[in-house]
Antibody, heavy 121, light 108 residues
Framework: EVQLVQSGVEVKKPGESLKISCKGSGYSFTSYWIGWVRQMPGKGLEWMGIIYPGDSDTKYSPSFQGQVSISADKSVSTAYLQWSSLKASDTAMYYC???????????????WGRGTSVTVS | EIVLTQSPGTLSLSPGERATLSCRASQGVSSSHLAWYQQKPGQAPRLLIYGASSRATGIPDRFSGSGSGTDFTLTISRLDSEDFAVYYCQQFGSSHLTFGGGTKVEIK
């Protein structure tokens, strides 16, 4: 079974750093893009960026470029989303999701993690 | 960046009725690059439709997608109690993805 398992709830203070994770299993982790999506409380879905674990090629939404860092460690089949200095406005649910297709075609997200809740206060 | 506008914001319908949800793009989108998702409270989104009209694995055939260019539609032929949720369209273009603002389908 294809699964993405995300790390647990985080409660942090403004200015702190944070790295959350998304571990893939049941498929070839290095052959599919992994994306991150933000959902602020009571709001819609926002695409943040994607990474291809095979070679760590990364693409960011203009809205999130410079605000977060996306990385992956293929040796443990895990993608990461990282902040160097959190703000209260980073409070949200963060989902990771797999993009099926190939290295050069990745149009939608077919398998989603259950989300990581981040509260900054 | 392509902007997706979903309408209506909220759709109030009864079980058994037909639901028609609209997703309009600010510029043309390839049909193969348009997807729809369902999200229920407290749950992650679930892929319903990809390539504008292909149902994802396990999705009932009461869900159908259509459209091309800048206008796309998700239709639920007969609403089941489990279909009351928020629906999002999503497109891919120029190495970026964007989501629409969502349509909430609520029980009338």
């Amino acid at each position: 079974e294809v699964q993405l398992v995300q790390s647990g709830v985080e409660v942090k203070k403004p200015g702190e750093s944070l790295k959350i994770s998304c571990k893939g299993s049941g498929y070839s982790f290095t052959s599919y893009w992994i994306g991150w999506v933000r959902q602020m409380p009571g709001k819609g879905l926002e695409w943040m960026g994607i990474i291809y674990p095979g070679d760590s090629d990364t693409k960011y939404s203009p809205s999130f470029q410079g605000q977060v860092s996306i990385s992956a460690d293929k040796s443990v089949s895990t993608a990461y989303l990282q902040w160097s200095s959190l703000k209260a406005s980073d409070t949200a649910m963060y989902y990771c999701a797999r993009l099926p297709g190939s290295r050069y075609s990745y149009y939608y997200m077919d398998v989603w993690g259950r989300g990581t809740s981040v509260t900054v206060s | 960046e392509i902007v997706l506008t979903q309408s209506p914001g909220t759709l109030s319908l009864s079980p058994g009725e037909r639901a028609t949800l609209s997703c309009r793009a600010s510029q043309g989108v390839s049909s193969s690059h348009l997807a729809w998702y369902q999200q229920k409270p407290g749950q992650a989104p679930r892929l319903l439709i990809y390539g504008a009209s292909s149902r994802a694995t396990g999705i009932p055939d009461r869900f159908s997608g259509s459209g091309s260019g800048t206008d796309f539609t998700l239709t639920i032929s007969r609403l089941d109690s489990e279909d009351f949720a928020v629906y999002y369209c999503q497109q891919f273009g120029s190495s970026h993805l964007t989501f629409g603002g969502g349509t909430k389908v609520e029980i009338k």
